[in-house]
């Protein structure tokens, strides 16, 4: 009966059920979006644009990003079977989804968003997915950033009345009506490591950046 169910989860009904159910529950968000703008502006003026968020709170952001369908976003996703639920879910609102992780095909699909960000000039990443530990930056998105001159934009969101899953992220699901915010960081630049250590320098300083947005 369970391996049944797994089959189910994963099949494209379900996916497209899945899809249809956050765009009604989001729906009844009250959405306020921040600093916007200026991301956008950077982006028209031709500056290649990474948006980076926390796994924990990527689900508030789903709807609002079909928005940004025109700009030809590229998001990388796990290769696994909740990566296949997920992708699904984001080529429905438009977005490209190279597929893999530090631990399968991991290479290929940083190679592959890499020459989308080139060719685009837009993408998201999860900076601690797909299984953590949370808040931890990993290194990928520095590569991704430096290879394909990307500015790197802050990504937060949050909500005045929310569940917080026991998982390892501690995964945010807004309440129906409650307020929600979604919050863009002022842009970082970031310079070609002379070594090693400058380069594990820039991940702790993005680190650094945004574990203030994290929610404990």
Known sequence: MLKRLKFIIYTRPFIVLVYYFIRVY??????????????KDLREQGTTVLLCAWHQQFFSAICHF?????????????????????????????WHTPRG????????AMDAMI???KTYG????????????????????????LEADAVVIPFYTSAENAWFFNSWDRFM??????????????EIRLESPGSKDNF???????????????FP
């Open 115 to 117: 020459d989308h960000l």
């Open 66 to 94: 079909k928005t940004y369908s025109k700009f030809n976003p590229g998001l990388m996703i796990s290769q696994s079977k909740d990566g296949d639920l997920i992708s699904g879910v984001a080529h429905r609102t438009g």
């Open 26 to 39: 989001s729906m009844t968000f009250r959405l306020r979006v921040e600093n916007e703008n200026r991301w």
């Open 101 to 108: 992780s530090s631990s399968r095909g991991g290479k290929q």
């Open 122 to 145: 837009f993408g998201a990443h999860i900076l601690d997915g797909p299984q953590g530990p949370m808040g931890r930056v990993k290194a990928g998105v520095i590569k991704m950033a």
């Open 173 to 186: 699901l807004p309440k129906p009506f409650s307020r929600v915010f979604l919050t863009f960081g002022q």
């Open 200 to 214: 594990e320098d820039q991940r702790q300083d993005l680190e650094k950046t945004m574990r203030p947005g994290l």
